[in-house]
């Protein structure tokens, strides 16, 4: 940057909402890209801060004392603290966060400053803004940290919200050092219950860091995990002037939580039916409070002021917003409410003075895709957002009007000939705006060019025409003028997709040059290397020789040359004969200079531009030039966000300005003004428009004033065409009621699935086909008009046409129905399509075909996997065996082949196993052998399986009672493995013997069946035979063979294949055809059989002589009936030797049957047998199988109890070096406190010396002056007393002592003003008692600070103290856990489970509760001895109670006697007591009793006796009677010495009862200033109490006085009953 000059911002516009603070009581700030925008509330003023950095992140401000912070947005970030409305810097607080910061805030009283790192750093560090020092940091405790709140009454109580956690912070001091202690809020679950948010207790443990973060154990013995359902999700926090928390939920709960004892209260739940329904749908996004109640704002448009009492909420006020609001605070006066939406809107609301919601910002929300000035007096410039606001600023800033254009836009132009704007949309359509109404923009013309985006929109600097392009490299050139209806001229095609379109207007020529930048053809890239420049004459472009029919452009008239550059650019400018431009891979600015000598080039010709000069350009790109209208300047914006401005001539000379974050995508767009004295730029992502002001010096002043003449000129001549072009732009109609955007919702006229038959189509088949879309481009528009011209034209050419087609079109239609009725190989209509479809056919076979062959080769694959897991792996397969005459089946056990690591941890463990047995053999006693035969006795029983009784026991096998260990048993799991082994192996060689046997028998039942078939053929007997098989699962390998009798589809041959076959039977017939001599003479000389044949008598015929069929038998010779007659013998003889042959045959076919039966039996009854070793083999495996399932269960108890000791071993350690630190800071803190003790007494003694030496200071004053001095001196100004912080609750005395001295100071320096000088005191002394005075001022303000100091450090040291017992307790805790953990896990290890195999009847359970589950019983395991034992013992206890029972028979009609006895003593009883009872109740007087016991004498003894009783009894009450009086006179002298006393104390008071009654007015005014309505209630409640009390006070006085008369009644009955009376007795 140099001297050239300087960017100053004018104004900014933009709201995200993401900060909005008080800096003071009529002023807010919020963040607007790279600056901080303050405005304030009355006047409305805005002004401007810019950041120093490149990018603003958090921001915070504090309205009490008027400054505000925020942080940058880099590496390494600083936080920066101004005041307002100086802007002077403060401080800049370096921390350590390595990214951003989350949250900054600031502390309402006390020099605080809280922030949250984000990642990966995560602390909350609690700075001292005014020295920048951070006085506390925790690490880690802010990852999900949204927002940070001090407590507005205690700075030393933070309160952060997270994403779905809240935390409090405590910050406690001791001195200088500062510690953050936090508290946990748990809050209540989404699935909640009354009892369960009635309140939340916390353990003690959790005001531990480290137990807090510590993992939760899951054992028996400690505290176990709380619930994993979820729990309500915090979004708004709100501090209460009772030092409570008002918590706003996302799922509509309201909660009320205390910091101090940590509990939850409900004070509104939407899920219950008596909730206010107002609230149900709030959801509570902000809150705040204020004077009249607690202001809610939820999704709605309403905000709420709710008035709480205890638990009770009621809706006060509420208002209606015109939008839903997501923030609200409230002023640091607390009478002004401020809310903000992420709609751009701030409102005010002022609940005191009025009623009604004020719109203080309207500006909308979202970010800006670009921004131009529009051509006018009054500086007027239209932004354009993403979302489709069109939006008018006023030169100051201020947001005139918005149009919703209800459409994705993608640029922006305004016409310097009239006040329109021009608006490019991601449909392809381009939008004409009138402007000349800013109250009432309008649309009002509307042409769609393309299909796809409007990438760039571009008007001349004369205003003449309007080009556009697209991603299909058209340029279209428009009218811009209104008097032509922005009509279409034409379009001209580039050769690759277009990145840039600048234009330059040459006055002198009159023609417009066109700059295009794009990329090579089909190319997807950023940047390009070609640049095709092109002319528009301002003459009219509409004749046919300079566009053709189609719209295109002609090239003479364009005059277009190509240009390519070394390296590709991202963006130029044409400027006066030369070209400015940026190349992003080499970050250079770069210009070039066009060749002036053009004629013999043509414009397919490609011209080789190099820089003329290159410069440094922006560090991170893509990177945007503009070119100002004066060519003079030269803007460059980048994703830095930096706004540089050069001088066209001196490009290396720049000025910049950081505009926009760099964080957020930097500079979108730019855009000079018309005398391009003003910029306007837009930010990427950060939703910031901003204005600047070019201020410039430095220049050539020639070439300044060149250029504002020029521009001077060309404004004049613009301004003349405008009022002539205004008037027509005005009187275009608005384009129509509904938005573009709602243009592609109609619904569309589209042929869509046309199928007609070619025997039925006529003309409008072809309209059907040429329909055009629903929204055609211009272009489209014109090749229609282009073909209806054609149409119109050549009509009767057509028309005769069309005649012959017709015709031809009936013949095929004739041709066609012939052809239905004929085969289709008779006749090819079309060779080509045909070809066609056979490709078709042979692509569609070939895919057909690939897909086969895949799904074969994946289906193999599979097949192999299966088959190398499931079977070639399997060392014994898994077959079976099936008996012969019923369904009796037994499997074989399927075994896999031991790997060699199984194989060599088996030999492992046998040879650890007989070390360890020849161990114990050498060390046995001789005592064990002699019982060696009881043990092998109990040893099978014990073994808890039949495996011993099978044979394949392992010898190495550990007894079930000597496995202490978890090696032991984890050995004793592969030795019970190597047993299941063996015992399948030993079945499976049986097994495998039975099969071959089986096998035998099939073959030899196939050999017998052979022989009954052939002797049932000979016996002609239809007999079915019975012929067993092997089953697939006895012979599963004859599942891998595919027969071809399985196969039923038929073999699929290729050609090659049917030739080889058919190459193969000839082949076979030619040899046969060669060498057949042999079979023929077989043939003929022994019928083809080598071995004579067995000659079959069943078949053997005699045939009779011929004469018995000639002639009949009279006619018979006697030598033809002797022939007859042998004939007949031969016969009978065949027949008996055919009857004895059958016989034979029958025999023998029922011993082959017999035999067969009886060997299929034989066969069933060994597969029986083998079947009941099956299941005992079965039940042994099951029962070794259950063990190792009992061994690994106590392995992996044993495991996770380990893994559970090692976890509490490591949080005992953890525990321990917390407890290390506690004790540390425990020590420092006595340490503290004892110096703090000797410092406030050495305070105590300096502050009395001063009333000691008041007298000495002034021995040069009279006495009476001294007298009035020292009650000056004694008098303090009337100001706020400091108090002392015993815990959290109570103010900050740091804050307040520096508030005290400050106002002790000002209170001071007017009491030492000379009006109150004693008079006739002179001057000097007044200043020397001023001095003493304010020493003595001053050291009252130090004793009260070193007793405030060291109640912090005491109650440090108290918390200090509360955490290390705290610490000692959850020691303890874990080291019970410890013990109980270990504990267990020696149980587990001793506690063994043991299998024992008993008879049915040798287990017995108690029988109390008979339908109980007896399943999981834990039975005793005892030797029978003992029960047989117990057995003698029952029966002798039962004998005994039997005889116990006797004699308690015996004992019991005893006791009936001695009743019946009883029985009649107690009536002679009642007898005697009613004569006694006649007895007593005689009539006699007190002295007729004496009388009747005394004489005379004794009774005058009895009269002297008493007298002189009484005489002494009154001299003995005399002398009481003195000596109590002394007493009294001593203590009436006493009480008078006491009255004394305390009439001066009296005295004494009553000369500080002033003072104390105005500490106690201003207290009680303190008191009913901050909560009149609470303190009412208090008084209210408290009555109500009194009046309780006093009414069950006289409830309970009523009821005793009802017990006593009752108590009285009893006695006097009592009384009577004891000491009945004489008189009452009547004689008849």
């Not at 001695?1458 to 009649?1464: I, N």
Request: with cysteine.
């Amino acid at each position: 940057m140099d001297g050239t000059g300087k960017l100053e911002i004018r104004w900014i516009q933009g709201f995200t909402n993401n900060n909005i603070e008080f800096v003071d009581n009529k002023t807010i700030c919020f963040p607007c890209g790279n600056h901080i925008c303050f405005l304030n509330l009355e006047t409305k003023m805005r002004s401007v801060f810019q950041s120093p950095c490149r990018g603003i992140g958090a921001l915070t401000a504090n309205g009490n004392r008027g400054i505000f912070a925020f942080s940058e947005q880099k590496f390494s970030p600083s936080i920066f603290v101004y005041n307002f409305p100086d802007f002077q810097l403060k401080n800049e607080l370096k921390g350590t966060a390595q990214l951003d910061y989350t949250s900054l805030t600031f502390s309402n009283v006390g020099p605080f400053l809280a922030c949250c790192a984000s990642f990966p750093d995560y602390f909350i560090t609690v700075w001292n803004w005014e020295k920048a020092e951070p006085i506390c940091t925790e690490p880690q405790a802010g990852k999900d940290v949204i927002s940070l709140v001090f407590n507005p009454l205690n700075c030393l109580q933070l309160c952060a919200l997270g994403t779905a956690s809240l935390t409090v912070w405590n910050i406690e001091n001791s001195g200088l050092c500062h510690v953050l202690k936090p508290r946990k809020i748990k809050l209540p679950e989404t699935d909640w219950s009354d009892e369960r948010l009635a309140s939340t207790s916390h353990n003690f443990s959790n005001n531990l860091p480290f137990v807090a973060s510590k993992p939760p154990l899951a054992i028996s013995g400690l505290k176990k995990t709380s619930s994993t359902r979820a729990t309500l999700t915090p979004s708004a926090i709100c501090w209460t002037t009772t030092l409570e928390l008002y918590v706003g939920c996302k799922e509509g709960f309201l909660l009320l939580v205390d910091p101090q004892s940590l509990s939850v209260s409900v004070l509104f739940n939407p899920t219950i039916d008596d909730a206010l329904p107002e609230l149900k749908k709030s959801h509570f996004q902000a809150l705040t409070l204020h004077q009249n109640g607690l202001i809610a704002v939820g999704k709605e448009n309403v905000v709420h002021c709710l008035e709480i009492r205890g638990t009770q909420i009621n809706i006060k006020q509420s208002w209606q917003l015109e939008g839903p609001a997501t923030n609200g605070i409230h002023s640091p006066d607390n009478e002004t409410i401020l809310l903000s939406s992420n709609t751009g809107q701030i409102y005010m609301l002022n609940p005191i003075h009025s009623d009604k919601i004020v719109t203080i910002l309207d500006v909308r929300s979202g970010n800006f895709l670009t921004a131009a000035f529009l051509h006018s007096d009054r500086n007027i410039c239209v932004s354009l957002r993403n979302s489709g606001e069109l939006q008018l600023w006023s030169s100051n800033g201020t947001c005139m009007k918005s149009l919703p254009l209800q459409i994705e836009v993608t640029s922006l132009a305004c016409c310097p000939i009239a006040l329109y704007a021009v608006v490019g949309t991601v449909s392809g359509n381009v939008l004409f705006i009138d402007l000349n109404n800013e109250e009432q923009p309008r649309l009002v013309h509307q042409i769609q060019l393309y299909h796809t985006a409007v990438d760039q929109l571009v008007l001349d600097q004369s205003g003449h025409y309007l080009l556009t392009g697209g991603s299909d490299s058209h340029i279209y050139v428009l009218h811009a003028k209104p008097s032509m209806g922005f009509s279409v001229i034409g379009y001209t095609v580039i050769p690759g997709r277009i990145l840039s379109l600048c234009t330059q207007y040459f006055s002198d020529v009159e023609e417009v040059k066109v700059l295009a930048l794009c990329t090579k053809q089909g190319g997807k890239s950023e940047d390009g290397d070609l640049l095709t420049v092109f002319s528009l004459p301002v003459r009219n472009l509409a004749g046919p020789d300079c566009v053709d029919r189609h719209g295109c452009l002609s090239a003479h008239v364009l005059k277009v040359f190509r240009y390519k550059v070394p390296h590709p650019l991202t963006s130029c400018v044409l400027g006066v004969s030369q070209v400015f431009a940026y190349c992003h891979r080499k970050k250079i600015l770069q210009r070039f200079q066009l060749p002036k000598d053009t004629g013999g080039i043509s414009s397919q010709q490609v011209i080789q531009l190099k820089p003329k000069q290159e410069v440094k350009g922006h560090q991170l790109g893509p990177t945007s030039l503009l070119l100002s209208p004066n060519c003079l300047w030269l803007a460059s914006v980048g994703r830095d966000g930096l706004l540089r401005v050069r001088l066209t001539a001196a490009m290396e000379r720049y000025i910049e300005l950081q505009c926009h974050s760099c964080r957020l995508g930097g500079v979108q767009s730019v855009s000079f003004s018309t005398d391009g004295h003003t910029i306007l730029t837009t930010g990427f992502k950060d939703g910031s428009l901003v204005c600047t002001n070019l201020r410039i010096k430095g220049v050539d002043a020639g070439k300044i004033n060149d250029a504002t003449q020029h521009s001077q000129s060309v404004a004049l001549s613009l301004k003349n065409i405008l009022r002539t072009e205004n008037p027509f732009l005005i009187d275009l109609p608005t384009w129509g009621q509904e938005f573009p955007g709602d243009s592609g919702k109609k619904d569309e006229n589209e042929v869509r699935g046309i199928s007609v038959d070619v025997t039925e189509q006529d003309e409008t088949y072809n309209s059907l086909l040429w329909a055009p879309p629903a929204h055609p481009t211009w272009l489209e528009s014109r090749h229609e008009a282009v073909v209806k011209e054609d149409n119109e034209k050549y009509f009767e050419s057509k028309k005769n046409l069309k005649e012959t087609i017709r015709e031809l079109r009936n013949t095929i239609q004739k041709m066609l129905r012939e052809n239905e009725n004929l085969p289709e190989e008779q006749f090819n209509l079309d060779v080509e399509e045909q070809r066609r479809f056979e490709a078709m056919v042979e692509q569609e076979i070939a895919r057909v075909r690939a897909e086969i062959k895949q799904d074969i080769v994946e289906k193999c694959y599979l097949r192999d996997v299966l088959k190398r897991e499931c079977w070639d792996s399997v060392m014994v397969k898994g077959r079976a065996i099936k008996a012969f005459n019923s369904e009796l089946v037994v499997q074989n056990f399927p075994l896999k082949e031991r790997t060699e690591k199984e194989c060599e941890v088996l030999r492992r463990v046998q040879n650890m196993r007989k070390l360890e047995m020849a161990a114990c053999t050498l060390s046995r006693v001789k005592e064990e052998e002699q019982g060696e035969g009881g043990c092998e006795a109990e040893s099978d029983t014990l073994t808890g399986s039949y495996s011993a009784q099978l044979g394949c026991s392992n010898p190495y096998v550990y007894n079930q009672f000597s496995l202490k260990t978890k090696e032991q048993r984890i050995n004793q799991i592969i030795l019970l493995k190597d047993v299941i082994f063996r015992i399948q192996t030993v079945f499976n060689t049986e097994f495998e013997a039975l099969h071959r046997r089986k096998v035998r028998e099939l073959k030899s039942l196939r050999d017998k069946n052979k022989q009954i078939k052939a002797m049932i053929l000979e016996l002609d007997i239809n007999q079915e035979l019975w012929e067993p098989s092997l089953t697939d699962s006895e012979w599963p390998e004859r599942l891998f063979t595919v027969d071809d009798s399985e196969i039923k589809a038929a073999k699929y041959l290729t050609p090659t294949q049917k030739e080889e076959e058919r190459r193969k039977l000839e082949k076979q017939a030619h040899l046969a055809a060669q060498d057949g001599s042999r079979e023929r003479a077989l043939v003929e000389m022994m019928e083809g059989e080598l071995e004579m044949k067995k000659v079959d008598i069943l078949k053997m015929e005699i045939s009779p002589p011929e004469f018995v069929l000639t002639k009949p038998n009279i006619h018979w010779n006697e030598e033809e009936k002797k022939v007859f007659r042998e004939y007949e013998n031969k016969v009978k003889d065949l027949n008996e030797e055919k009857e004895q042959y059958k016989m034979s045959l029958e025999i023998e076919i029922k011993k082959l049957q017999e035999s067969c039966k009886d060997a299929t039996e034989k066969f069933d009854e060994t597969l029986a047998l083998l079947l009941e070793k099956k299941v005992k083999c079965t039940i042994a495996i099951y029962q070794e199988e259950l063990k190792t399932t009992c061994l690994a269960d106590s392995v992996l108890t044993d495991e996770k109890m380990r893994n559970q000791e090692l976890e509490l071993r490591h949080n005992l350690e953890m525990m321990f070096k917390f407890k290390a630190d506690t004790a540390d800071e425990v020590k420092k803190g006595i340490d503290q406190v004892e110096r703090f003790k000797q410092e406030n007494i050495c305070a105590v003694t300096e502050d009395r010396d001063f009333d000691i030496n008041f007298g000495k200071e002034f021995f040069d004053v009279a006495s009476q002056a001294i007298d009035s001095l020292f009650k000056l001196f004694k008098s303090r100004p009337r100001v706020q007393k400091m108090g002392i912080q015993t815990n959290n609750t109570s103010i900050p005395c740091v804050a307040l002592a520096l508030d005290a001295s400050s106002q002790i100071s000002k209170a001071m320096e007017e009491l030492d003003d000379p009006k109150h000088m004693p008079e006739g005191l002179n001057s000097s002394i007044w200043e020397r008692f001023c001095h003493v005075r304010r020493a003595k001022v001053e050291s009252e303000q130090g004793v009260q600070a070193k007793a405030i100091a060291l109640a912090e450090v005491q109650e440090f040291l108290r918390r200090r103290l509360h955490e290390d017992k705290a610490v000692l307790q959850e020691l303890q805790i874990l080291n019970e856990a410890c013990e109980s953990l270990s504990n267990k896990r020696n149980n587990n290890l001793i506690n063994t489970t043991v299998q024992v195999r008993l008879k049915q009847g040798q287990v017995e359970v108690s029988s109390i509760d008979l339908t109980a589950n007896t399943a999981e019983t834990d039975v005793t395991l005892y030797h029978r001895s003992v029960a047989d034992n117990l057995r003698g013992i029952i029966r002798n206890l039962a004998g005994e109670k039997v005889a116990s029972m006797e004699g308690r028979k015996e004992v019991h009609k005893d006791i009936i006697q001695l009743e019946w006895k009883h029985r009649v003593l107690k009536k002679k009883i009642e007898d005697l007591t009613d004569k006694m009872k006649d007895i007593k109740m005689l009539r006699l007087s007190e002295e007729q009793q004496d009388l009747a016991h005394h004489s005379k004498m004794d009774e005058r003894k009895c009269m002297h006796k008493k007298v002189a009783d009484l005489e002494k009894t009154i001299a003995f009450i005399k002398t009481t009677h003195q000596r109590s009086i002394k007493q009294c006179n001593k203590k009436i002298a006493k009480f008078n010495e006491q009255a004394a006393m305390k009439a001066k104390k009296n005295a004494v008071l009553e000369q500080t009862l002033p003072d104390v009654q105005v500490t106690v007015a201003e207290l009680r005014h303190i008191y009913e200033a901050a909560d009149p309505e609470e303190n009412e209630a208090a008084k209210i409640l408290k009555h109500h109490q009194e009046v309780v009390q006093r009414r069950n006070l006289e409830d309970l006085a009523r009821a005793q006085s009802e017990d006593l008369d009752v108590l009285w009644t009893e006695v006097e009955r009592l009384t009577m009953r004891n000491f009945p009376s004489l008189d009452q007795l009547k004689y008849n």
